[in-house]
């Protein structure tokens, strides 16, 4: 893939034909990969998205809807489901980020949701 690096400095990294936004995102890929193979994760879904606020008309103009894109969900051999997203460090994160974040747990209060660092 070459040095493709995203708006926050990342390379693009390409494991399996799939292509994720850093060397993190696809460590952890990796890692559930390996847990997939020893039955401890079922299932994981790749970019979930979730719907924070419904589209709408206003004036005759279609408003789309605010929608939050995980890295990961992954259901567990024991039942739980999981809604991760891989960040390089504790103290990166930005202000749109934080607020879908709260507006998904607030729309979404069942949702065990991780960050992965």
């Given at each position: 893939m070459g040095n493709v690096r995203s708006k926050y400095g990342s390379r693009k990294v390409e494991v399996d034909g799939i292509k994720f936004d850093?060397?993190?995102e696809a460590k952890r890929y990796k890692e559930l990969i390996l847990l997939q193979k020893t039955g401890t994760v079922l299932e994981i879904e790749l970019q979930?998205?979730?719907v924070l606020q419904?589209?709408?008309k206003r004036f005759g103009k279609s408003i789309r809807p605010i929608?939050?894109?995980?890295d990961f969900k992954v259901k567990w051999k024991d039942g739980r489901v999981t809604v991760e997203d891989v960040?390089?460090?504790k103290n990166f994160t930005t202000s749109v980020y934080k607020i879908k974040k709260k507006m998904l747990l607030y729309v979404y209060p069942?949702?065990?949701?991780?960050e992965v660092y």
């Open positions: 850093s060397a993190k979930p998205s979730f419904e589209g709408y929608t939050y894109r995980a960040k390089p460090s069942d949702t065990d949701f991780q």
